[in-house]
């Protein structure tokens, strides 16, 4: 017999610990919200990893990234917020109620905020696992390029990213060795970065070329690579490795659930909004250009503010604006339209008029459309005119005795 399991109830529920997950789940709790952030491995993320972390604002002295996610952790307990180790085994996430479930318990929520981030794409090479993050792989120049000044560093890769950032390391590094898989001369980056690659005078190739295995007592110190078509093994004497062959989102558990480009990242809009209503997705496992802890915790900020904004629009919509005792006129607008702005004259006047049978709403829309989305209503000016709790008319076209009539 299956044990039954263990209901909660939260306004917000973040899944995913790292910075995004964090950000989000400190507006929320500073907005008191009743919020629950589940992080299956390590609060932090990756971001944890990082040895030292030199351009988040605010932390001059180049900290750790753990020293950096440990204080936004005790900011979030600080603000209330509730935090759950362990796996995200389902979710649905559509209608009014989202759910979460986990192996023990169930958790349903008003709105939930995806930040499951997002892992590198690794060669598989042997010895690998043995030296990843801060043991000699790293998978960031813009978080690790100052800790290898006048060092010897290899970059597997030849995609815009592997060059772009091998050139970024070139500033920091004494040399940078580059393991390219293809014929010499040519790489999967853009022509521009190619030319200007093959021209840096810090720059090596090795073509035709493939990762066989890292090696090192503690941390790594040579990486051995493999010609593709003779098989000779070449090592390579280094300070540190970096891998720039791709990147996958932690996306698999929304498969089929919420809408994924081909890469299956989430997509969102600027208010970190996904294409069910109520979800929000931030971070690495969004499809975004720039992915660094700053951004992340950009993301959650939008995130747990877009949520509160959610929650309290909902209720006044589903209370105030949809109520069923009268009918209703909803007048929706922008606050900053001169016409618009002198017509709430006109809805005071029909107010006036119709005061004990007819329930006025004004909505402007000029910090937050949410509410106009809600009602259908494609552009504003407009009057929505209600009935028992459901619309019945939508009227464009700003004339007091239409209005009227139509009432």
């Not at 293809?182 to 035709?208: S, T, Y």
């Not at 007048?331 to 005071?348: K, Q, W």
Request: proline share 3%.
């Amino acid at each position: 017999m299956a044990r039954e399991k263990k209901v909660e109830h939260y306004d917000v529920i973040v899944i995913g610990g790292g910075p995004a997950g964090l950000s989000a789940s400190i507006y929320a709790g500073r907005a008191r919200l009743n919020t629950l952030l589940i992080e299956k491995a390590l609060i932090g993320g990756l971001a944890t990893y990082t040895n030292e972390i030199s351009n988040y604002p605010g932390f001059p002295n180049d900290p750790k990234g753990e020293d950096i996610t440990n204080l936004m952790k005790e900011q979030a307990k600080k603000l209330g917020v509730n935090f759950k180790l362990t796996a995200v085994s389902k979710v649905e996430l559509e209608g009014e109620e989202k759910i979460v479930e986990t192996f023990r318990n169930k958790y349903i929520a008003k709105t939930v905020i995806i930040a499951t981030g997002g892992r590198p794409r690794t060669t598989g090479a042997e010895n690998e696992e043995n030296y990843l993050f801060d043991k000699g792989i790293s998978f960031c120049a813009t978080c690790d390029a100052a800790a290898n000044t006048d060092k010897h560093v290899v970059v597997i890769g030849s995609g815009d990213a592997a060059i772009e950032e091998g050139m970024f390391l070139t500033k920091f590094a004494s040399k940078v060795t580059v393991s390219v898989m293809h014929d010499e001369g040519i790489m999967d980056c853009n022509e521009i970065a190619r030319q200007a690659a093959l021209a840096n005078p810090k720059m090596e190739f090795v073509w035709n070329s493939v990762v066989k295995r890292f090696e090192g007592e503690g941390h790594l110190s040579t990486v051995v690579l493999k010609n593709v078509k003779t098989g000779e093994e070449i090592p390579v004497d280094c300070d540190n490795c970096f891998e720039f062959i791709g990147y996958l989102p932690n996306s698999e558990l929304f498969e089929g659930v919420i809408n994924m480009t081909p890469q299956k990242y989430i997509p969102v809009n600027e208010k970190k909004e996904t294409n069910i209503e109520g979800v929000f997705a931030i971070g690495d496992v969004t499809d975004k250009w720039l992915k660094q802890v700053a951004t992340a915790v950009g993301d959650g900020a939008i995130a747990g503010t877009a949520a509160e904004r959610y929650i309290a629009e909902k209720e006044i919509f589903d209370t105030c604006i949809m109520q069923k005792e009268k009918q209703g006129l909803i007048y929706v607008y922008n606050a900053v339209d001169m016409p618009s702005r002198e017509f709430l004259t006109h809805i005071e006047a029909i107010e006036n008029d119709n005061k004990g049978q007819l329930i006025v709403n004004r909505i402007d829309t000029y910090k937050s459309n949410g509410l106009a989305l809600k009602l259908g209503v494609e552009k504003v000016p407009a009057i929505v005119i209600t009935k028992e709790g459901k619309i019945v008319d939508k009227l464009y076209n700003l004339d007091k005795e239409q209005i009227i009539n139509a009432l």
